[in-house]
């Protein structure tokens, strides 16, 4: 099994608005992942966990916050949004964070922000 | 930030044609992993490759890893229509946290 589970599947949210993103893997990984990406493009690295500590923070706007409550969830919330952040969020997991582990993709989140 | 150079950018084929895409770095990895996307998914993954000269195939889908550990490549055979999506090449490096690296992306159209 190499599922990542993402919910929601969409989400509108206004600039206002607090939400939150989930992600949930159950394959034992201990590296997950936060990734944006716009139509077309390659996906970009967000956040990167690694044994539930942040390890990398990609110099992403405070209005983006995640969170790794425990091994198998990763949570982005999200506040004060701007109409730009408008994109596919993508979780991620590997085995570990370093090279020689393959990482699987989530489904992703479509975010819209109005 | 760094990016993989992937080609081509887009390809129109028949279908049951085969089809070649590569991707080419500056920086030596020690991972290549090649994902296709569909439209409103997620990246899945084809094939990971962990080893310098390493040629793996995952049924029509074949992908080697450079010997200079520097560029891979990706061959589909014999095209179907299923086949369309964009496919991207991604390398992870020995340092800088193993980040993953991204091609821009090969867009594949297949005409029935």
């Known amino acids: 099994d190499t599922e990542v589970t993402q919910t929601p599947k969409h989400l509108v949210m206004g600039m206002t608005n607090k939400k939150s993103l989930k992600c949930e893997q159950h394959?034992?990984?201990?590296?997950m992942y936060w990734y944006k990406q716009k139509a077309k493009k390659p996906p970009e690295l967000m956040f990167v966990?690694?044994?539930?500590?942040?390890?990398i923070n990609e110099s992403v706007p405070s209005r983006f916050s995640p969170e790794c409550p425990n091994s198998s969830l990763l949570n982005l919330h999200l506040h004060a949004l701007q109409p730009e952040d408008s994109a596919l969020y993508l979780c991620?997991?590997?085995?570990?964070?370093?090279?020689?582990?393959?990482?699987?993709f989530g489904e992703g989140s479509w975010l819209t922000v109005v | 930030g760094q990016q993989l150079n992937q080609s081509p950018q887009s390809m129109f084929i028949q279908e049951g044609e085969d089809v070649s895409m590569n991707c080419t770095s500056s920086s030596i990895f020690n991972t290549w992993l090649w994902y296709k996307q569909e439209p409103g998914e997620g990246p899945v993954l084809l094939i990971a490759l962990y080893k310098a000269g390493e040629l793996t195939s995952n049924g029509r889908l074949t992908a080697q890893f450079g010997i200079t550990r520097k560029d891979s490549f990706l061959n589909i055979s014999a095209s179907i229509p299923s086949d369309v999506g964009i496919y991207f090449c991604?390398?992870?490096?020995?340092?800088?946290?193993?980040?993953?690296?991204f091609g821009q992306g090969t867009e594949l159209s297949v005409k029935p």
């Open positions: 966990y690694s044994y539930e500590k942040l390890s």
């Open positions: 991604a390398g992870r490096e020995g340092n800088q946290g193993g980040k993953l690296i």
């Open positions: 394959m034992g990984h201990r590296a």
């Open positions: 991620a997991s590997s085995q570990g964070q370093y090279s020689g582990n393959t990482i699987y």
